[in-house]
């Protein structure tokens, strides 16, 4: 790597439903926060990249900061446009361009599966008129197959639904807070074989912000710095089994998430055995359990038994969405993965209280997946 | 009142025996469903028509057991809705995605074989059945 990255500063606008408050506004606080958490300044800022799909234009949240003429790139790629905003921001450090640099996500969705033109995604319009534009039918698909493939039970995927909402009770910026059991989660409406309704993580509103600095001048803004050792954005493959796809060849080949976490571990010379916090995309509770192994985590199949043990819970050998996820949090898309940025940082600070992963953790992963096939991974030392 | 397909040249119609119409590649071979312009491995802008086969083996599956949002799905909506079965079927040189004639789990299972059939979708404001195509158990 040319120069160290770190994090001085995250901020967060809870995630839920907030009704009269705009997602630029949801924006401006999340960055309010990530600045008094570095000890900066907005004026201190000279590069940010804002990511949101909802909001044309980000950028707009200047008229709420200060309108200090600074470089500001608005970003969107699907689930990954956090990764996105936070390796560009990241990169303009390394350019040279901005010592300090921020990135921002905020969204206001409404209620309900996200729904759009398939020829936007280059498919076909009868996909969509027959009904199989439809994001959650992927997922149902995909860890229907993977549980046949590896042997993963129903009872796995509530166990690990359960679990997200058990750590949202603990993370008081979380959307659902209220626990809920393996019993309840299965007995919810089915949506998506074998996803019933409590599987699922649902799109809602939020925003949250980081703060990046060259490593040099870390000491000016924290005693404690997070190191950004890597961050990637990889797309899918010829072959990828994934989301609106009217075809798949028969040559198959891993998802863009596998080829995401290779590619970060090289850059930051970091296994996933020296990872003590990780933060995966879990649209579902299938998609966490599938991300485990495309991550490296462990091998297709062993999630059975690693669940069972409480390995995920937030005391377990690979504590995993320990501020309860997607499915705590849901997803205003442009946040999520500062989101999950966010925790990592607070919880290799060891301020994250109730839901703290007792040791001292040192190394955090982050992990986002979405439409048409994009993946972003991160990962952050102390 | 006509029996007409949901679009056209996405498989053949009328016909006792239809077929799924893709594309396939002059130059490297890859074959897609939809038929389209130009090929997603070697990007060649050469592509021929290519009838699927009628038969093949479930791959991958699921249930969509609420109405998927609309637009852009224009199918029965509401209390009309009935739950379908969706996944994708191995017709030897494509995966295809389709509805599935069967929408109860327990009757399906990966590699069991499959064969094509010419569904009713909808009823257009003309008052034609709308007809699409779909995958069931053999
Ligand atoms: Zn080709």
Sequence with gaps: MSMDIAVVGVGLHPFGRFPGVSAIEMGAIAIRRALADAGAEWRDVQAAFAGSYEVDNPDAVVALMGLTGIPFTNVYNGCATAASSLTMAANSIRLGDADLAIAIGMDKHLPGAFSADPRLYACPSWYGEVGQFVTTKFFGMKINKYMHDHGISHSTLAKVASKGYRNGVLNPNAFRRKPLSEEEILASPMLNYPLTQYMFCSPDEGAAAVVLCRADQAHRYTDTPVYLRATTVRTRRLGAFEVHSPWLPIEETVGPTVDASRAAYEMAGIGPNDVDVIQLQDTDAGAEIIHLAENGFCADGEQEQLVADGALEIGGSLPTNTDGGLIANGEPIGASGLRQVHEVVLQLRGQCGDRQVPGNPKVGYTQLYGAPGTAGVSILSV | ?138
């Design chain 2, 1 to 138: 009142m006509a029996r007409v397909p949901v679009a056209e040249g996405i498989f053949t119609w009328p016909s006792d025996d239809p077929q799924l119409v893709g594309s396939r590649c002059t130059d490297c071979g890859i074959v897609t469903f939809p038929s389209q312009q130009s090929c997603p491995r070697c990007a060649s802008m050469s592509m021929a028509e290519h009838l699927l086969a009628r038969r093949g083996r479930l791959w991958a599956f699921t249930t969509q057991s609420f109405p998927p949002p609309s637009p852009p799905y224009s199918g029965p909506s509401g209390k009309e809705f009935v739950p379908f079965g969706v996944g994708y079927v191995e017709l030897g040189d494509v995966k295809v995605e389709t509805h599935l004639t069967v929408a109860d789990p327990d009757a399906l299972q990966h590699g069991m074989e499959m064969e094509l059939v010419v569904v009713p979708f909808r009823t257009d404001d003309d008052g034609n059945e709308v007809v699409t195509f779909a995958f069931r158990p053999c």
